[in-house]
Structure formats: structure tokens, C-alpha cells
């Protein structure tokens, strides 16, 4: 971004743009320093930057001289449709499915080459996770993106593998063609699981969210501490995502 | 802001922001000529800005041609920390009143001079209200609004009616005196209740979440059809908004 400084209108757009990517879940406040850092823009330019977006809501300040994401941008940002129908109709399964568990219960979209996590409910009994509502999960390494990458069709599926298929932990799926027998198993059963492939201790089993058009919108899934756990979980939620899917069509 | 345009670096972001500021939750889709008009900026400008937030992500072009919030927006806002915390402890107690409700149940936060509401559940048999998610509601004429109103202080009360309690329906307390009285009795019961003072046909009670600052974080409520059913359901709600405190205490 900070190559682009020839043309004067785009430049600015781009640069305001770049100080709200510096913004993720894993760093949710940043200092001044980091957002130059981290967007490639000289310090006086993030400065400036960030001050017109801390006069607009977009920013916020804190006590301790970092900034944040402001409520404006929440406000904004939820207008979203995506999220909108589908969070509404799926909370109400996924509390059900919470009160039934008490495991960790997430919705998930795809963003790109990403299963985008829109909502969760979990407590302090669950078993930890690394999810957290707008983080991103890796497709292969997970149940709920296994669950979208087997109804979404092989341009996907391709794209990730020629990215390369990160290992998480050593359970990891990392072998293309391993990969496209599990999905096809996925396609046949309606659920994906996750052993260990993600996160260490960590069991997780999903169900696509297909509507009527074929479309998978979503992957609603459960994180537990154990393979015997998921297994007798699967059938509720293969049942949740297609009380969701009926919702939303 | 279309007449700040001679300095240049300065126009830009806030251009790039006033269109973002177009949409809200009566226009969540918009074309580019109403973009244009909402944000005073010239066709040209908002084309090559619309374009921008595009090729980021910000915004989607809808199959009829009109603009909406695209999921980039959704996943930085997503990272306000106001809702976070909030929405996580709310959520649970919101579904067990609903559970035992079936009516609309909201949870608000004050933003600036309104009741911005950060998460809802209803379902189609509870009555219509007009609150959506990053929706604005009046303090004066809502039981989520008054509650934060109470406990607020004096300055956001002077605020509010300096600017006028506009009359939302016949019911709509619009006299600040009457205003104060009723707000004197929510700081003494613990919960706000409006009578169709905001929609005509629905009645709701709230009440706010007090941290152990003694600040207000935000208000929880319950809409429905009539005045013996907000009676009967004060002390849940009341009870529920206790319980969220004490959570994010």
C-alpha cells in the first residue's frame, strides 16, 4: 500500500483502508508505531490517518495510548447480509445445541479461502478453542471447513491445495489427495470431522448449511474434548444445519 | 462533506467514510445515484469510491445494480470490544427469556444520544417492533432508553431534551418534566417500561446493566403485546440483567 503514492486520490483510500487491516482478531489493539508497522505507511501518515478515523467512530482510544476498532465500525459492518438471516435463524438451534452440550457451538461462513467464524457460543467448561467471531479457520484443518469445502466444488478445493495445505498439528491433513477422499466421505455422510487436526485435544464435528439452490451458506459445528463426543453429537448437528437451511429458504 | 474538498488528503478519507455513512439500516442497499445524494458527493467521486471499498471488500454490488456492506466490514467491526464482552454474556440469558417468552427480547448500549441495539431475538409470532441489529432507538420513548437514561446522569438527560423528545406517538412522553419523574421511578423500581410510546400495538420493559463502577453498559429488554404481559415479565428481565452484570464483572 505504501508503494502507491503517485496517484494522490487512490493512495489516500487505500492508506485509510490499510490502517483498518492492521485490525484482527489476534491483534485487536494496536499502538501507532504498530499500525505504520503494520500497514507500511510512514508514522506521520498513520498518525493522520488514524485521527480521522478515531473523529469519525471507526477508532477508538484507549488509556494506554493503543487504539481500537470503534462502535461505528461494528454499527456499519452490521448491515452485512450475509450474517444478518442466517446468525437469526441459526441461534436459536445453536443455543439449543449449547444447552444440550455445553461444548463449544460455531457458525461458520466461507470468506475466500477461509471458513469465517459469524457466531459462537461456548463457556468456560468447553473445551478451549482458537476460534473467536470474526476470526478465520483454514478449510482443510477443520470440521466446519471441511463441511463447506466438500459442497462447494472442486475450483475451491483446487485453489487451497495449490496454497499449499498448512500443517496445524501433527494430525493435520496435509496430503491433497487424502484430502479429496475425505471429502468425498464428507459428501456421503452430511458431517466432517476434525481429530485433533486443528487444534491438540481438540475434536470437532460440522454439518453444511446447503440451500435450496445447492448453495452451501454455512457450517454449523461442535467443538469437544473427544472422538466418542463427536461421534454421538453428529447426528444433532447434521439435524441443526438442516433446521437452518429450511429457516433461510 | 462534499465542501471540503481543498484539502485534499483530508476529503478524501472523509469522502471514502461518507459513503460508508449512506447506509444504515433503512437503506441497507443503495444505488450509486443515492449514494451520491446522501453523501453530496458527485457521481464521479462516489463511482471511484464505491469501486474502492469494493476491490477491498467493504461493499458488494448487488444483482440489480444497488450497493451493500460487504463481509470485510462485518469481520473489522466484528473486533469493537463494547459488544465482545457483552454480547457473549448476554446471550445466554437473552435465549432463556425468549425461551420462556416467545416475544422480542433486545439488549442495547448508549451511543451518543440514542439506544443502539447490539443483538435482538424474536421470532415471527412476537410483535413487530421497529428494532433491527445496529439499529437506533429514541431514550425517551423506549424501556431499553429510559433504563440507560436513569442511570446516566444529568448531562445526557439536559442533552436529549435541549434537543427535543420528538413525539414518536401519541403516548411519547415529550414534556421533560414528566420525563424526569419517570426516570426518578426507574432509579427507584430498577426497570423502564414503555407504553406504545414508541409503536403503537407494542409495550416493553427493561431494565440496565450496572457494573460494579455503577456505570450502565447497557440495557436488556422485552417487547410485547400488552401491559399485564411487561408486568408479569419485570422481575426476568430484571433478574436477567442482574446475572449479566454480575458476568462481566
Redesign the interface.
Known amino acids: 500500500m505504501a508503494g502507491r503514492t503517485n496517484a494522490?486520490?487512490?493512495s489516500?483510500?487505500?492508506r485509510?483502508?490499510a490502517v483498518?487491516?492492521c485490525?484482527?482478531?489476534a491483534h485487536?489493539a494496536l499502538t501507532l508505531t504498530e499500525v505504520a508497522t503494520r500497514s507500511g505507511l510512514p508514522i506521520s501518515t498513520a498518525r493522520?490517518?488514524i485521527n480521522?478515523?478515531r473523529d469519525?467512530g471507526?477508532l477508538e482510544r484507549l488509556d494506554d495510548g493503543r487504539y481500537?476498532?470503534?462502535?461505528r465500525?461494528?454499527?456499519?459492518?452490521?448491515?452485512?447480509?450475509?450474517?444478518?438471516g442466517l446468525r437469526?435463524a441459526a441461534?436459536?438451534y445453536m443455543?439449543d445445541l449449547?444447552q444440550a452440550t455445553q461444548e463449544n457451538i460455531q457458525l461458520t461462513?466461507l470468506?475466500d479461502t477461509h471458513a469465517?467464524c459469524?457466531e459462537k457460543?461456548?463457556s468456560t467448561k468447553a473445551v478451549p478453542t482458537r476460534t473467536h467471531?470474526?476470526g478465520r479457520l483454514p478449510l482443510h484443518a477443520t470440521g466446519v471447513g471441511k463441511a463447506i469445502l466438500a459442497f462447494s466444488g472442486e475450483e475451491l478445493l483446487s485453489s487451497i491445495t495449490r496454497a499449499g495445505l498448512a500443517r496445524m498439528t501433527p494430525y493435520t491433513i496435509i496430503q491433497p489427495g487424502r484430502l479429496a477422499a475425505t471429502l468425498a466421505e464428507v459428501r456421503k455422510s452430511g458431517v466432517a470431522y476434525s481429530h485433533e487436526e486443528m487444534t491438540l485435544g481438540a475434536v470437532s464435528v460440522a454439518a453444511p448449511v446447503v440451500g435450496l439452490d445447492g448453495r452451501v451458506h454455512a457450517a454449523l459445528g461442535i467443538v469437544a474434548h473427544s472422538r466418542s463426543a463427536v461421534d454421538r453429537l453428529a447426528p444433532a448437528v447434521r439435524t441443526a444445519a438442516l433446521g437452518i437451511a429450511r429457516w433461510i429458504s
Open positions: 494522490p486520490g487512490q489516500v483510500s487505500q485509510l483502508l483498518l487491516d485490525f484482527d482478531v485487536p493522520r490517518l480521522e478515523l469519525w471507526g481500537r476498532i470503534g462502535i465500525l461494528w454499527t456499519i459492518g452490521s448491515l452485512a447480509p450475509q450474517q444478518r437469526e441461534l436459536p443455543h449449547f461462513v470468506e469465517l459469524i457460543i461456548s467471531i470474526g
